[in-house]
């Protein structure tokens, strides 16, 4: 009777382990059609560990005293540990073997754990909800990554070299877009790039900083320079975050052009407001290299959706050539994921791990916020005694809720500040004199980063919601 092909395929594989030790631990033990092969497996791995040259009746007792629980005699592990030894083929063509092992358990599982189970809720409900379809999705995810197991990230220094190699020669061409984050004073701070795939970099401020309008302005110069950005926002509602958006990248103020439509006397200014506003978010949607999500309460599994959709989306729309092409992703706040907004710092740590190794996985780099508290100006020693106080307060990462934890694993953390808003606030007594100011700055200050030197930079914050290098009087 003729062997399956997934057995032959596995009977294959053992029969090149048998005469060679580089393919060993490719698949767990549920891959196997059955718990012999297993055994026979672990006995070759027990022979090459140690040492020992093929010998059939040696490999037979490790197998008897392996398969506990079990009485199948040495005669019989010997059988068919012969027929494995015996089958020969094109030992060349290994890989093309083990690929075909994954595709084979990839494709039960997949029947298994997702068609099978999508099928019997179909038939039960009548329907599929959308949560449950996210649950499949993820499952299916983890399963695809199984197919691209092959190469453990272990090789000798030379062949790392030798991809390291191609990509310096593709961006010496400008082939690799630089990794920026669209402030030229930033950036050149960094030379090439100043956010790599599978890094983050850490906003960080006050309430009222101006750090979420950072995150805004950096989104918008990315994207206009055709960018891919995902942009996560935990926080803040669709409406003024887009009303925001749209001020910025139309270096218009969307509210005074509301107001502006509160007072035409006539239909036809009216009209005319319309028309100007219709044209303008037309111009807009012709972006196709920002997706959007404004879902609060997520985890890491719902994000990791939202990035294979998104970046799905970006495939279609001709922004990216492949799913693994480099895309940025913007958080507003990180501390809202829920993972990160625990308050044992164990878990936290652990969640920063985890989506740390998610950047990496889908070829990320990430900009995301995190709120300083202020409640460390109620113990009196940070709070500014004067006004110019407010001019050189920056946030240290003590400041921040599990500071250390995100310093760890951030690539750069910056501190935003906002003198006026901070006058404002301890100052009230000289409101006349705030509103009075000419320009609204916000102090940028990289107080955590890996490899580079200090920075200090200031910005201008413009009433359309632009934020512009300051350059002084």
Same mark, same amino acid.
């Given at each position: 009777?003729?062997?399956?092909?997934?057995?032959?395929?596995? &009977?294959?594989?053992?029969?090149?382990?048998?005469?060679?030790?580089? @393919?060993?631990?490719?698949?767990?033990?549920?891959?196997?059609?059955? +718990?012999?092969?297993?055994?026979?497996?672990?006995? &070759?791995?027990?022979?090459?560990?140690?040492?020992?040259?093929?010998?059939?009746?040696?490999?037979?007792?490790?197998?008897?005293?392996?398969?506990?629980?079990?009485? +199948?005699?040495?005669?019989?592990?010997?059988?068919?540990?012969? @027929?494995?030894?015996?089958? %020969?083929?094109?030992?060349?063509?290994?890989?093309?073997?083990?690929?075909?092992?994954?595709?084979?358990?990839?494709?039960?599982?997949?029947?298994?754990?997702?068609?099978?189970?999508?099928?019997?809720?179909? $038939?039960?409900?009548?329907?599929?909800?959308?949560?449950?379809?996210?649950?499949?999705?993820?499952?299916?995810?983890?399963?695809?990554?199984?197919?691209?197991?092959?190469?453990?990230?272990?090789?000798?220094?030379?062949?790392?070299?030798?991809?390291?190699?191609?990509?310096?020669?593709?961006?010496?061409?400008?082939?690799?877009?630089?990794?920026? &984050?669209?402030?030229? /004073?930033?950036? $050149?701070?960094?030379?090439?790039?100043?956010?790599?795939?599978?890094?983050?970099?850490?906003?960080?401020?006050?309430?009222?900083?101006?750090?979420?309008?950072?995150? !805004?302005?950096?989104?918008?110069?990315?994207?206009?320079?055709?960018?891919?950005?995902?942009?996560?926002?935990?926080?803040?509602?669709? !409406?003024?975050?887009?009303?925001?958006?749209?001020?910025?990248?139309?270096?218009?103020?969307?509210?005074?052009?509301?107001?502006?439509?509160?007072?035409?006397?006539?239909?036809?200014?009216? #009209?005319?407001?319309?028309?100007?506003?219709?044209?303008?978010?037309?111009?807009?949607?012709?972006?196709?290299?920002?997706?959007? $999500?404004?879902?609060?309460?997520?985890?890491?599994?719902?994000?990791?959706?939202?990035?294979?959709?998104?970046?799905?989306?970006? +495939?279609?729309?001709?922004?990216? @050539?492949?799913?693994?092409?480099? /895309?940025?992703?913007?958080?507003?706040?990180?501390?809202?994921?829920?993972?990160? $907004?625990?308050?044992?710092?164990?878990?936290?740590?652990?969640?920063?791990?985890?989506?740390?190794?998610? %950047?990496?996985?889908?070829? %990320?780099?990430?900009?995301?916020?995190?709120?300083?508290?202020?409640?460390?100006?109620?113990?009196? #020693?940070?709070?500014? +005694?004067?006004? !110019?106080? /407010?001019?050189?307060?920056? &946030?240290?990462?003590?400041?921040?809720?599990?500071?250390?934890?995100?310093?760890?694993?951030?690539?750069?953390?910056?501190?935003?500040?906002?003198?006026? !808003?901070?006058?404002?606030?301890?100052?009230?007594?000289?409101?006349?004199?705030?509103?009075?100011?000419?320009?609204?700055?916000?102090?940028?200050?990289?107080?955590?980063?890996?490899?580079?030197?200090?920075?200090?930079?200031?910005?201008?914050?413009?009433?359309?919601?632009?934020?512009?290098?300051? %350059?002084?009087?």
């Amino acid at each position: 009777m003729a062997i399956p092909i997934k057995e032959e395929r596995q &009977i294959k594989y053992l029969s090149y382990c048998i005469r060679h030790n580089d @393919k060993l631990n490719q698949f767990s033990d549920d891959h196997y059609v059955n +718990k012999d092969y297993i055994t026979i497996f672990k006995a &070759i791995e027990i022979m090459h560990i140690s040492k020992m040259p093929f010998d059939l009746d040696e490999i037979a007792q490790v197998c008897v005293r392996e398969h506990k629980g079990d009485t +199948k005699s040495k005669e019989y592990w010997s059988e068919n540990i012969a @027929k494995i030894h015996d089958t %020969l083929f094109d030992f060349d063509s290994i890989d093309f073997i083990i690929k075909k092992i994954r595709e084979d358990y990839v494709s039960e599982k997949v029947y298994e754990n997702i068609v099978h189970k999508i099928a019997g809720e179909f $038939s039960a409900k009548g329907e599929i909800k959308t949560d449950e379809l996210l649950k499949y999705q993820y499952e299916l995810s983890l399963l695809v990554d199984e197919l691209s197991n092959d190469d453990d990230g272990l090789k000798e220094y030379a062949k790392h070299l030798e991809d390291y190699e191609d990509i310096a020669e593709r961006q010496l061409k400008g082939e690799i877009p630089k990794r920026i &984050i669209g402030y030229n /004073c930033i950036d $050149s701070h960094f030379g090439y790039r100043t956010i790599d795939a599978g890094e983050f970099i850490i906003l960080a401020g006050f309430t009222g900083s101006g750090k979420s309008l950072f995150k !805004e302005n950096i989104e918008t110069r990315l994207v206009n320079r055709k960018y891919p950005v995902i942009s996560e926002v935990l926080e803040m509602n669709n !409406e003024r975050t887009l009303g925001r958006k749209l001020s910025i990248s139309l270096n218009q103020n969307i509210d005074e052009l509301f107001k502006d439509y509160d007072k035409a006397e006539t239909e036809a200014e009216k #009209k005319d407001i319309e028309s100007k506003f219709r044209r303008k978010i037309h111009g807009a949607k012709r972006k196709k290299n920002l997706a959007m $999500s404004f879902k609060r309460g997520i985890d890491l599994i719902e994000l990791e959706n939202h990035i294979v959709k998104a970046k799905r989306m970006f +495939k279609r729309d001709g922004v990216i @050539k492949e799913q693994t092409d480099f /895309c940025y992703i913007t958080i507003d706040l990180l501390d809202q994921l829920e993972e990160l $907004s625990n308050s044992d710092w164990g878990v936290v740590k652990k969640g920063i791990n985890d989506f740390h190794m998610l %950047l990496q996985k889908y070829n %990320l780099g990430g900009i995301c916020v995190l709120q300083a508290g202020d409640e460390v100006f109620d113990k009196g #020693k940070r709070k500014p +005694k004067r006004p !110019e106080d /407010c001019d050189f307060l920056h &946030i240290d990462t003590s400041m921040l809720r599990g500071g250390q934890v995100f310093r760890e694993r951030a690539r750069a953390i910056f501190s935003l500040t906002r003198p006026l !808003e901070l006058k404002k606030k301890f100052f009230p007594d000289r409101m006349e004199e705030w509103e009075c100011e000419d320009d609204d700055i916000i102090n940028v200050q990289l107080i955590k980063s890996n490899n580079t030197k200090s920075l200090f930079k200031q910005f201008v914050l413009e009433d359309t919601g632009n934020i512009k290098e300051f %350059l002084g009087d």
